[in-house]
């Protein structure tokens, strides 16, 4: 599996950017996707995560009715729309997949908010985002 991110970049606060991650190589129908962020000096978060059965999201507390995530019809892609950004959502955003959610009898919540993150099967690079206060 191989996951590249796309879409940062410097923005002013209270601007928007749509961040893009293109997944190949899936070859399985269960798992969550979803988007990581790691600010300087701070550790890595959840940021939203959806699935692939049922399409259920989670976003962290911070940036509720503020970001959307999507995916396109084949599930290919999983996008991040973010809107009234914050100088606090300075960051480098990743992309990331686990695999085999509903198996393991996990929800997207404790996959994306609870669980540390180096749980995640397969990580992309990650793309700076930097909002200008």
């Known amino acids: 599996v191989q996951l590249q991110a796309s879409g940062g970049g410097l923005v002013q606060a209270g601007g928007s950017l749509r961040l893009s991650c293109e997944a190949s190589?899936?070859?399985?129908?269960?798992?969550?996707i979803g988007w990581f962020r790691q600010a300087p000096g701070k550790e890595r978060e959840g940021v939203s995560c959806?699935?692939?059965?049922?399409?259920?999201?989670y976003y962290r507390d911070s940036v509720k009715d503020r970001f959307t995530i999507s995916t396109d019809s084949a599930k290919k892609r999983v996008y991040l729309q973010m809107n009234s950004l914050k100088f606090e959502d300075t960051a480098v955003y990743y992309c990331?997949?686990?695999?085999?959610?509903?198996?393991?009898?996990?929800?997207?919540?404790?996959?994306?908010?609870?669980?540390?993150?180096?749980?995640?099967?397969?990580w992309g690079k990650g793309t700076q985002v930097t909002v200008s206060s």
């Open positions: 990331a997949l686990l695999v085999y959610v509903r198996f393991r009898g996990y929800s997207i919540p404790t996959v994306c908010g609870v669980m540390p993150s180096n749980a995640m099967n397969y």
């Open positions: 190589g899936i070859t399985f129908d269960d798992y969550a």
């Open positions: 959806i699935s692939s059965n049922d399409g259920s999201t």
